[in-house]
Structures are given as C-alpha cells and as structure tokens.
C-alpha cells in the first residue's frame, strides 16, 4: 500500500514539473488569451443568474389563490332556514313540558265532550 502510494506522488510530480514547464514556454499570445478566458469565466461564475422559474411559479401561485378565492363561496354550502312561521299554535306548550297530562288522557275528555250535557 505504502508503495503505490509513493508510486502515486512520484507521478504526481512529474506530471505537475511536465506542465510547469510547459506552462512557461507558452508565448506571451497565449497567455494573455488563457488570462482573459480564466477572468471571464471568473465573471461568470460570480454573476447570478435570473431565476427563470421565479415568474412562472408566482404567477401561477397568484392565480390559483384568486381563484380558490373566487370559488370559496360558492363551495360553502348555504345554511338551511329553519321554518318558524309554520309551527303549530301548540308548540310553546308542548316545548315546556306544561299540559302534557292534558294530552295522556285525550280520550277521557273526548268521551266527557261526546256525553250529553245533562243539568
């Protein structure tokens, strides 16, 4: 292992000390144009770039509240009235619980009402 990690940085530098030299025998041309290239990509990479999805997703983010918000009445169901014209005259009587023995024996005062009256 330690030995193919020596044969690693021996290649290593060799291949650095290879392109050092070439690196200097490049004529003064090249190195200009390898300058400006290294400077605008520099450039580049520091200039930040639009975020094309930003507009897309906020409209559309945008519409779909509008129309959550359009459509939210429509979608509540609507409260059913209650009928309070329409109950019977008897009702207040029979919700308090007041007279309930009127109507156990019913009977007993339909027979009472059918008998003849009688002085």
């Known amino acids: 292992m330690a030995e193919h990690d020596r044969d690693d940085d021996t290649w290593t530098q060799r291949i650095r000390s290879e392109l050092e030299t070439s690196a200097r025998d490049l004529d003064a041309a090249t190195l200009s144009r390898l300058n400006q290239a290294r400077q605008q990509a520099l450039q ?18 945008a519409f779909s509240l509008a129309l959550a918000i359009a459509l939210w009445p429509q979608l509540v169901p609507e ?5 309070t014209a329409a109950l019977p005259d008897d009702f207040p009587m029979l919700a308090e619980g007041d007279g309930l023995e009127l109507y156990e024996d019913l009977d007993f005062y339909a027979w009472l009402d059918a008998q003849p009256a009688s002085g």
């Open 79 to 83: 409260a059913v009235p209650v009928p």
């Open 44 to 61: 580049a990479a520091a200039t930040p770039r639009p975020r094309a999805w930003l507009w897309p997703t906020t409209l559309a983010t």
